[in-house]
T-cell receptor, first 113, second 113 residues
Framework: AQKITQTQPGMFVQEKEAVTLDCTYD???????LFWYKQPSSGEMIFLIY????DQQNATEGRYSLNFQKARKSANLVISASQLGDSAMYFC??????????WGAGTKLIIKP | DAGVTQSPTHLIKTRGQQVTLRCSPK?????VSWYQQALGQGPQFIFQ???????QRGNFPDRFSGHQFPNYSSELNVNALLLGDSALYLC????????????FGPGTRLTVT
């Protein structure tokens, strides 16, 4: 069965520190995509970063990077130099071969000043 | 360039009633996907519309139905509402060429009493 697991329900991080949000996935599809989204309290899903299963290099987008370890089936999100505005729910999601997004339960990140 | 819009923002309905939620995709997008996000959980894929037809469907009962119009906008209909249907309903649009890149609207928060 295809599944996304986020084992950290909540995290507290000091402002300006780096933070790693964990994500493991399970799929038998040879082709898939992995996403991270941010969801502030307003509810809108904001796309952060994407990694294709055949991409050789880890994806980076500004302060966001995705630590993709295919053999371990993990796709952790790293946020460098965290800011107060980074406080939100973070979701890991996987696109399967039917282009459906399968989502994890999310991690609530709180940045402390 | 308008992003994905959804209406209404909030809605309160009574058990057994019917509800219609609306979504206008981002300019240039022709595919609309709907997701249900219960409180404290990740989104669940409901279905996806392209060329006015339902192309993919998640594990939701027939009480959930949809429609896509020639201008690519979409409606989600839920009949015989249950208390468990209370959730944030998210609409995402994409291009059939780039289905991996989904843009989300702000969502409609449905409360069933």
């Amino acid at each position: 069965a295809q599944k996304i697991t986020q084992t950290q329900p909540g995290m507290f991080v000091q402002e300006k520190e780096a933070v790693t949000l964990d994500c493991t996935y399970d799929t038998s599809d040879p082709s898939y995509g992995l996403f991270w989204y941010k969801q502030p309290s307003s509810g809108e899903m904001i796309f952060l970063i994407y990694q294709g299963s055949y991409d050789q290099q880890n994806a980076t987008e500004g302060r966001y990077s995705l630590n993709f370890q295919k053999a371990r089936k993990s796709a952790n999100l790293v946020i460098s130099a965290s800011q107060l505005g980074d406080s939100a729910m973070y979701f890991c999601a996987m696109r399967n071969s039917n282009y459906q997004l399968i989502w994890g339960a999310g991690t609530k990140l709180i940045i402390k000043p | 360039d308008a992003g994905v819009t959804q209406s209404p923002t909030h809605l309160i309905k009574t058990r057994g009633q019917q509800v219609t939620l609306r979504c206008s995709p981002k300019s240039g997008h022709d595919t609309v996907s709907w997701y249900q996000q219960a409180l404290g959980q990740g989104p669940q894929f409901i279905f996806q519309y392209y060329e006015e037809e339902e192309r993919q469907r998640g594990n939701f009962p027939d009480r959930f139905s949809g429609h896509q119009f020639p201008n690519y906008s979409s409606e989600l209909n839920v009949n015989a509402l249950l208390l468990g249907d209370s959730a944030l309903y998210l609409c995402a649009s994409s291009s059939v060429i780039g289905l991996w890149e989904q843009y989300f609207g702000p969502g409609t928060r449905l409360t069933v009493t």
